[in-house]
């Protein structure tokens, strides 16, 4: 059964949630990200967060296991939390780190413990945050917990997983709603670019890309990362994987000093192919979300989505 | 004997080693040292292990054993930890988690000819493949190997050659040679050049230096072989060896779980 959530009832809902864990929305400081929030007051709720929420999953630094002379030592990862907010793009997120995560041959325990332990609650988006946003073109599916849709004086609320019926079973019943489908005004023309691959315009934007690496780190669905040792004076340590990423030169450096991926436009090439061929041919479903972070926080204004348009014009 | 079917860890990471202690390590050439574990592994021939120093980090290395009992893994010093690795003795403790990857499908190759051609520290994914092929030799037809070298003192397994010279044609040649060098002389594709094999029922197993890979594909598809008659096994740099970290792609291509050893036809078009 659908839901009503009046905006007065907001911080009464917020409160409700708090009771699975601690409740994590989009707050804006310098730039809008997601910071724990105890009031509705903090919630900036009509611009898009800068960075995205990939850290609950799959922190900027974490330990894999500790050491201390032959002595390995694991730890769980159960930290309850509710990330209210969340956007279609940032969701979809969600499903696309599944399938590197949980649902090859291998899995990673630790992504699962935080994944199970977290709430999601989206707000539905009618149309584009900004202008990089393009996720209409983007195939996404719904996915949530929760979903909020602005009706004005009130939320529509759904629930998509018995987890998110209980915390809505509470509000007062009503009238199901189907949403109009997002609309941007921003598209991406084709996901399918592998006729694309020796053009000559991935050079232009590859000659302004500096390899920083902002695009990876912005990128809900990157979480490329290295692994490695840190160790005290003591000789005890901890194997910590951090983020890296494919835009730097040394990703793909071997014995030998070979860089396999050495020329920047390959590296440049490499992440957008990633994002929306190379993923999809393996897992039936693009890699990008079309949340626009990549651009939106490019310092060299690399519009990737115009140089596609540009291509297949 | 029960094979043990991998080696990890205990808790909730597939990060998480398991400690070994090494049962014999010995110097190959100047470089390189053959380490062996008494531990019984189910493995295919190429596949590779994790192998770590807690605080020192981890690196993939090939088996290059196809045993029972025990399994080998022969490691090159070139950086921080194969360095300390090949410095280690007898009992000392490395952490192990594997086997990872797609070795040579050998089953599905019973009954073909096969060659198998290495260059430098490729031969010894390759003599996992070798071990196999003895151990089931009536399976195969003609077994060829080819080798080279840089220089006789870098030649690996040199012991185990007069071995297989009992059961496959072996060729062994160095790029340069003092006199007092008995074997050929000259790249391993002018040695492949003077044989007059051709690709009747055959396959070709082919690891090394990608400027060796690019001529002996060029020579074998000259001779007649098929993409699909041509295995290739390919070195990226690996962390996770599990599909996650991204950095073993080549293009889509995960090395770590699709690879190391690939069938030429799945991988010829690839960039980079
Ligand atoms: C599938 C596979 C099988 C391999 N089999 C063998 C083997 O049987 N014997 C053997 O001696 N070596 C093998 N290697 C290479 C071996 O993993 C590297 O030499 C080793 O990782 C270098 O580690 P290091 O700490 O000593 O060097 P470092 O001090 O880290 O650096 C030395 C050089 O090695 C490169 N390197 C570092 N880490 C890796 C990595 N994880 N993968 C690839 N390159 C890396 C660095 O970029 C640098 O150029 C294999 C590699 C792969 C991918
Ligand atoms: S953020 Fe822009 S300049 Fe930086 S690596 Fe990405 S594309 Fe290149
Ligand atoms: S590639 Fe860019 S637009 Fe697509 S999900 Fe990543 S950051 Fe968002
Ligand atoms: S080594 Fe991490 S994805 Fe292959």
């Known amino acids: 059964m659908e839901k ?19 409740v994590y929305g989009p707050v804006k400081t310098d730039t809008v990200r997601f910071e724990p929030v105890s009031h509705e007051k903090q919630l900036c709720l009509d611009e898009h967060a800068w960075f995205p929420v990939k850290e609950f999953l799959f922190p900027q630094k974490q330990v894999f296991f500790r050491f201390d002379g032959e002595k390995i030592i694991t730890e769980d990862n159960v930290k309850k939390a509710v990330l209210f907010g969340l956007r279609k793009c940032d969701l979809n997120a969600f499903l696309i780190n599944d399938k590197l995560f949980l649902e090859g041959e291998h899995k990673d325990l630790f992504y699962e413990q935080r994944r199970n332990n977290l709430l999601l609650v989206g707000l539905y988006c009618y149309h584009e945050l900004d202008e990089f946003c393009f996720c209409s073109s983007m195939n996404l599916q719904d996915y ?74 912005l990128c809900p669905t990157c979480l490329c990362f290295t692994i490695s040792d840190d160790v005290a004076l003591d000789g005890k340590g901890e194997r910590v994987a951090e983020w890296d990423s494919c835009q730097y030169k040394e990703f793909t450096e071997v014995a030998g000093g070979h860089v396999f991926r050495e020329k920047r436009v390959d590296r440049f090439k490499h992440r957008i192919y990633h994002k929306i061929q190379y993923f999809r041919e393996r897992f039936d479903m693009s890699m990008c979300t079309g949340c626009g972070r990549c651009i939106r926080g490019c310092p060299e204004k690399i519009h990737w989505i115009h140089l596609i348009g540009k291509m297949t014009q | 004997m029960k094979k043990i079917k991998k080696l990890e860890g205990e808790g909730n990471h597939y990060s998480v080693p398991k400690l070994y202690a090494i049962n014999s390590i010995k110097k190959q050439t100047e470089d390189e040292y053959l380490l062996r574990f008494d531990v019984p592994l189910e493995h295919e021939p190429a596949q590779f292990i994790q192998v770590s ?26 950086g921080n930890l194969t360095r300390k690795l090949c410095a280690l003795k007898k009992g000392d403790k490395v952490g192990l988690r594997g086997p990872y990857g797609k070795g040579y499908p050998m089953e599905s190759l019973k009954g073909n000819n096969v060659l198998v051609i290495g260059g430098g520290c490729g031969v010894a994914p390759m003599r996992s493949a070798i071990q196999y092929l003895e151990r ?42 003092p006199k007092s ?42 001779r007649g072989f098929n993409d699909d008659q041509i295995f290739l096994s390919h070195e990226r740099m690996m962390k996770c060896a599990t599909g996650m970290c991204g950095h073993c792609m080549i293009e889509g ?5 699709d690879g190391p050893v690939f069938r030429y036809d799945g991988v010829k078009d690839l960039h980079g």
């Open chain 1, 4 to 22: 009503v959530l009046k905006k007065k009832a907001l911080g009464a809902f917020l409160k409700k949630l708090a009771s699975f864990g601690q």
């Open chain 1, 144 to 217: 949530h917990d929760i979903m909020l849709y602005d009706r004005g004086s009130y939320y529509q609320v759904k629930a998509g997983t018995p987890k998110g019926e209980f915390f809505i079973a509470h509000l007062k019943d009503t009238e199901a709603f189907v949403p109009p489908p997002t609309t941007c005004s921003l598209a991406l023309p084709t996901q399918e670019i592998a006729h694309l691959f020796e053009h000559q315009a991935w050079k232009e934007g590859a000659d302004s890309c500096t390899s920083c690496g902002h695009c990876t780190n």
């Open chain 2, 253 to 257: 291509v995960y090395t770590c779980k």
């Open chain 2, 53 to 78: 120093l807690l605080g020192h980090g981890e690196a993939p290395i090939s088996i290059c054993s196809f045993q029972d009992e025990y399994f080998e893994m022969s490691i090159r010093a070139v």
């Open chain 2, 181 to 222: 060098w008995k074997g050929e002389v000259g790249l391993i594709t002018e040695l492949l050049q003077k044989d007059s094999f051709d690709n009747t029922n055959k396959v070709a197993f082919v690891c090394g230096p990608p400027v060796m890979i690019k001529f002996v594909i060029a020579l074998l598809k000259e």
């Open chain 2, 136 to 177: 089931h030799r009536s399976d195969f037809g003609d077994v060829a190997l080819y080798f080279g070298y840089r220089n006789p003192k870098e030649v690996l397994f040199a012991e185990d050659f007069n071995k297989w010279k009992k059961t496959f044609r072996v060729h062994v040649t160095v790029d340069k040679a």
